[in-house]
């Protein structure tokens, strides 16, 4: 059964950071290539970050270019975002997808930045 699990959402004040952590299992996770999506509260779901399955070609939606950062760590079957310098509309909730024939969603991870 494939399970991919986010954590690391929370509460973060203006300015601040977050790392989330997508876990996956039942699927062999090197040959995946890896997104986190994002859905802000009425907005509908758009893509953040994208990284290949060998960690080389990577894209950023624009709003987040130079303040986030995907990486991944194959032999944790784990794939991260890392969010600098957050802003309140950077609030949503986080889901990673993996994609090779088909794709594979998380249930998500919701993000609020606020003072």
């Known amino acids: 059964q494939v399970e991919l699990e986010e954590s690391g959402g929370g509460l973060v004040q203006p300015g601040g950071s977050l790392r989330l952590s997508c876990a996956a299992s039942g699927i062999k996770f090197s040959i995946y290539s890896m997104s986190w999506y994002r859905q802000p509260p009425g907005k509908r779901r758009e893509l953040v970050a994208y990284?290949?399955?060998?960690?080389?070609?990577?894209h950023y939606e624009d709003s987040v270019k130079g303040r986030f950062t995907i990486t991944r760590d194959n032999n944790k079957n784990t794939v991260y975002l890392q969010m600098n310098s957050l802003k309140p509309e950077d609030t949503a909730v986080y889901y990673c997808k993996a994609t090779y024939a088909g794709d594979f969603w998380g249930k998500g991870t919701l993000v609020t930045v606020s003072s």
């Open positions: 990284l290949s399955r060998d960690g080389i070609t990577n």
